[in-house]
């Protein structure tokens, strides 16, 4: 909630996007049950959208991933792609990391450094 509060209000923040994700099923005409994705990421790379994605003012694209506090690193293959694609935002100029505290994604957002992951 506290990463949310933020990048609402940071002035190098032009928007942000707080992604829930995941799926759901339904069933079909044919009564059996087809799988409903929220949203399917075209890339030939296996990544995951992670919390929070936006723009920052002068236009970068920014991608954070927001921990509980006592997160220690990447542990399982969500978070394996969560970095993956937060490295791909990485790779053009953007603002990324997975944080686990406002002043993290302030240091983040200011490019004063960044968590490592």
């Given amino acids: 909630r506290e ?9 190098k923040v032009l928007f942000a996007c707080r992604q829930n994700s995941g799926g759901a099923s339904y069933e079909a005409k044919s009564g059996k049950y087809a799988p409903l994705m929220f949203y399917r990421i075209l890339t030939s ?4 959208v992670v919390d ?14 927001a ?8 542990s399982g293959q969500r978070e394996e792609r969560q970095a993956a694609f937060m490295n791909l935002i990485l ?13 993290e994604t302030i240091a ?6 960044q968590p490592p992951f």
């Fill in 3 to 11: 990463v949310s509060q933020l990048l609402a209000v940071h002035p």
């Fill in 45 to 48: 790379q296996d990544v995951t």
């Fill in 91 to 103: 790779s053009v100029g953007g603002v990324a990391g997975f944080v686990r505290s406002v002043d």
């Fill in 67 to 74: 921990k509980r506090r006592d997160w220690k690193g990447i």
């Fill in 52 to 65: 929070f994605w936006g723009l920052m003012r002068d236009g970068r694209m920014l991608a954070i991933e």
């Fill in 108 to 113: 983040i957002l200011d490019e004063s450094g």
